[in-house]
């Protein structure tokens, strides 16, 4: 079984900052792509950004410049850095992983953090 979980979400005001941090762990032989996704009630989820395992990153073009994305492979952990957050910036925010296990290659997603970003 392969588990991930995020983690670093709260309130925070505009113009500041948060970082999430998502872990993926259990019967892994290795990591691929990993990504965060958000979600806005009532709304379909959209990417924010990827990053493969050798470090190429890919970010939502209107998130260019204010998030960062990065991992750690050793610790198959992936972290997002949200700079000058808005309110409009507000979702619970999605992690997943492209894991290969002894059996599969599978896509697995963890189960949110709650971002809200007053005004």
């Known amino acids: 079984q392969v588990q991930v979980v995020e983690s670093g979400g709260g309130l925070v005001q505009a113009g500041g900052t948060l970082r999430l941090s998502c872990a993926a762990s259990?019967?892994?032989?290795?990591?691929?792509?990993m990504g965060w996704y958000r979600q806005i009630p009532g709304k379909q989820r959209e990417l924010v950004a990827t990053?493969?395992?050798?470090?190429?990153?890919n970010y939502a073009d209107s998130l260019k410049g204010r998030f960062t994305i990065s991992r750690d492979n050793a610790k198959n952990t992936v972290y997002l850095q949200m700079n000058s957050l808005t309110p409009e910036d507000t979702a619970v925010y999605y992690c997943?992983?492209?894991?290969?296990?002894?059996?599969?290659?599978?896509?697995?997603w963890g189960q949110g953090t709650q971002v809200t970003v007053s005004s």
């Open positions: 990053i493969s395992s050798a470090g190429s990153a």
């Open positions: 997943n992983a492209d894991v290969l296990s002894l059996l599969e290659l599978q896509t697995y």
């Open positions: 259990g019967r892994i032989v290795r990591v691929n792509s």
